[in-house]
């Protein structure tokens, strides 16, 4: 919440503000089902410093929504560019247009409490996400693309996966 209010925008939080349009985020409590919420909205921001698999991700990829994530340790990268070679992006090769979203660098270094060259970072999200929604090209084809990448994680395809690995196994 904070960063979105240094970035300017003007922040909605659920049970605090009264639900309209006019917001520019909007920060929801943890729900079972969150298809409603992300079916509304334009692009998927993803700013977490750690993940195991975000599956936040694959369900905003299957709403269609673009994804622009910050590239954490392990999780984002797996969804948003699987064909990357390079797991450990290098601070100067972001914003990274992968073949599924955009990885952004993150915002926390999780072993110092202060942000990271914050200024630098915000200006780099805030320029991206400019480019995004104001490209219609770019934002047409991510769009495609992120519904094409959540089928690949389809419970069918899932499980026919797991039944491989077990029957090779044995």
Do not use: Q
């Not at 939080?13 to 909205?41: A, C, G, H």
């Not at 905003?60 to 969804?79: N, Q």
């Not at 991510?142 to 094409?148: E, L």
């Amino acid at each position: 919440i904070k960063m979105s209010k240094i970035f300017g925008l003007k922040v909605f939080v659920e049970d605090v503000d009264s639900l309209t349009k006019n917001f520019d985020v909007y920060f929801w409590k943890p729900r079972n089902n969150p298809f409603n919420i992300l079916k509304s909205s334009n692009i998927y921001l993803h700013s977490s410093s750690l993940e195991g698999f975000p599956n936040v991700i694959v369900e905003a990829m299957a709403c269609g929504l673009p994804v622009l994530s910050t590239d954490c340790l392990s999780g984002p990268r797996d969804i948003i560019s699987p064909n990357s070679i390079n797991k450990a992006s290098k601070k100067e090769s972001f914003p990274e247009y992968s073949e599924y979203g955009i990885l952004m660098p993150v915002f926390r270094d999780l072993n110092k409490k202060e942000f990271n060259n914050s200024d630098i970072i915000i200006d780099l999200w805030v320029s991206t996400l400019e480019k995004i929604l104001s490209d219609s090209n770019i934002l047409n084809e991510y769009i495609k693309k992120s519904i094409s990448r959540s089928n690949d994680f389809d419970v069918k395809k899932i499980l026919y996966k797991w039944k491989k690995v077990i029957n090779d196994s044995t």
